[in-house]
């Protein structure tokens, strides 16, 4: 689906054609779960997330401006639909973190790797887990967007609601305490130093 296309999609969903919103829900379907499954950690809640961000841009969907894009708008939505469930399971003092260690984020590696590799590439994965558990939701919402999404820092503290510095000061809070919390990393052989620095990020 080309710009013009897309376009013409959006303005027939916008005028409650739920055939062309249906087609703009394939579209962005897996990069919202993807954001949603890494700042949540977890697929059920990311599921939960998707689901609850489609319905809330639907009943938006007469508000968006057309001058803008619909998939920064519709991330926006993503984002603070993740805080919300962040918070919501913080607020109840939810006991299933386990559950999303096991949720790690996917790290690449060379090659078909062996036994000890793969057993040390699951610590790592946990231990960062651990770590961006261990983050306030809005520091591990700012850290997705900054670290892997990319986003700049006047994209994030738009899409979180936050002022520019508000926002720069939750990435270098959520990079200054993953850190902490992966140091103990930094002292192991090869790939695991390798793999911990770069899930702890830099700073903003």
């Known amino acids: 689906m080309d710009a013009t296309e897309a376009a013409a999609v959006l303005a027939r969903a916008r005028q409650g054609d739920s055939e062309a919103f249906r ?46 894009n619909f998939g920064t708008w519709l991330y926006r939505i993503v984002a603070n639909c993740s805080v919300d469930m962040m918070r919501m399971k913080q607020a109840r003092h939810d006991q299933s973190r386990g559950d999303s260690l096991d949720a790690a984020v996917q790290m690449p590696a060379a090659g078909t790797p062996g036994p000890e590799r793969l057993a040390e590439s699951a610590q790592i994965q946990r231990r960062v887990q651990e770590a961006l558990g261990g983050l306030s939701p809005l520091e591990r919402a700012a850290f997705t ?26 990435v270098f809070r959520a990079v200054k305490k993953l850190r902490i919390s992966l140091a103990p990393l930094r002292s192991s052989p090869g790939s695991a130093r390798l793999s911990a620095e770069r899930s702890a990020g830099s700073q903003p």
């Open 23 to 68: 087609a703009l829900v394939e579209r962005h379907s897996r990069s919202v779960f993807r954001l949603a499954f890494r700042m949540t950690g977890n697929e059920q809640d990311a599921e939960d997330v998707v689901q609850e961000s489609f319905l809330r841009a639907y009943k938006q969907l007469g508000r968006f401006e057309s001058r803008a």
């Open 145 to 170: 967007l900054r670290h892997y999404e990319g986003r700049s820092i006047d994209e994030i503290s738009r899409t979180l609601g936050l002022g520019t510095s508000a926002a720069k000061h939750s």
